[in-house]
C-alpha cells in the first residue's frame, strides 16, 4: 500500500492524526497510561471519529456556508483546528469532567495514585518520611522539589533537609545539605505539615519572644533609673 498517495494521506490526516493527538494528550494528563504507537492505531481511529461526532454541527455548518469557495483561508484554518485542536482540547475537557463529584460516580478518578493526586498539587509542606526500618528523616517540601509521577516509580526530592529533635519535631536545616532524595520503594509512611501555619507560629513565637526582650529591657532600664 502507497501510504503517499494523495487520497490515502488525506485519510490517514483525517481519521488517525486526531485519535492520535486525544490518546497522546490524554496520556500527558495522566487520564491513560502510554502505550506503544503501533498498538494504538484502531484506537485512534476511533477517537478520531468521536472527534468528528462532537464537532458535527459546525462541520455541517461551515460546509453548507459555502466557506470553502468563499475564503479558503478560513476553510483551511476551520479545518486544522478540527484536525490538531480540537482533539486536544477534548481531553482536557473529559479530564475536567473525571475530575467532578457526579461524574466520579460512574468512572474512576483519572489519577490513579494517591502519589501522583497529592504531588500535582504542587503546595508547600514540612514532610517527615518514615522508612520500613523506623528510621525518620524530615525536610522541605517547595518550588525547588521534585516528585515522581506515574509510569515512573514513587520518588521524592526534597530541598532542605531537617535535623530532628527527640520528639520528632523539626529543629534546624541540616548544615552544608542540597537536599534529600528519597526512594518509593524504601518508604513506609510520608507525613505532610502545612508550612504556612507552621511559619505563621515560628513568627508569633518570635513576635512573642521580641515583646518579652522587650519588656525585659524596660523594666532593667527603670530599675536602673531607680
Known amino acids: 500500500m502507497d501510504i503517499w498517495n494523495v487520497d490515502k494521506l488525506v485519510l490517514f490526516i483525517a481519521f488517525v492524526i486526531p485519535g492520535f493527538l486525544l490518546l497522546k494528550t490524554s496520556a500527558v494528563l495522566g487520564l491513560d497510561s502510554a502505550a506503544d504507537s503501533s498498538k494504538q492505531v484502531i484506537d485512534a481511529v476511533a477517537y478520531s471519529c ?15 456556508s459555502g466557506l470553502r469557495i468563499s475564503n479558503k483561508e478560513m476553510y ?59 528510621k525518620q528523616v524530615g525536610g522541605r517540601y517547595d518550588s525547588r522539589s521534585f516528585a515522581s509521577a506515574t509510569p515512573a516509580g514513587e520518588q521524592l526530592y526534597l530541598e532542605e533537609a531537617w535535623a530532628l529533635n527527640d520528639t520528632g519535631g523539626f529543629e534546624r536545616p541540616r548544615q552544608d545539605s542540597a537536599g534529600i532524595l528519597i526512594l518509593g520503594n524504601e518508604l513506609r509512611s510520608i507525613e505532610f505539615f502545612n508550612m504556612l501555619q507552621e511559619e505563621s507560629n515560628a513568627k508569633q513565637a518570635e513576635s512573642t519572644e521580641s515583646r518579652s526582650e522587650g519588656v525585659a529591657a524596660h523594666s532593667g532600664q527603670s530599675a536602673s533609673a531607680s
Open 50 to 64: 468521536i472527534n468528528y461526532a462532537v464537532l458535527a454541527w459546525p462541520i455541517l455548518k461551515v460546509e453548507s
Open 76 to 134: 483551511v484554518a476551520f479545518y486544522a483546528f478540527v484536525v490538531l485542536v480540537a482533539p486536544m482540547l477534548l481531553a482536557f475537557g473529559w479530564k475536567f469532567l473525571r475530575t467532578t463529584q457526579q461524574l466520579q460516580k460512574i468512572v474512576p478518578h483519572p489519577v490513579g495514585k494517591p502519589w501522583d493526586f497529592f504531588f500535582r498539587q504542587r503546595q508547600r509542606y514540612w514532610v517527615l518520611v518514615t522508612f520500613k526500618d523506623g
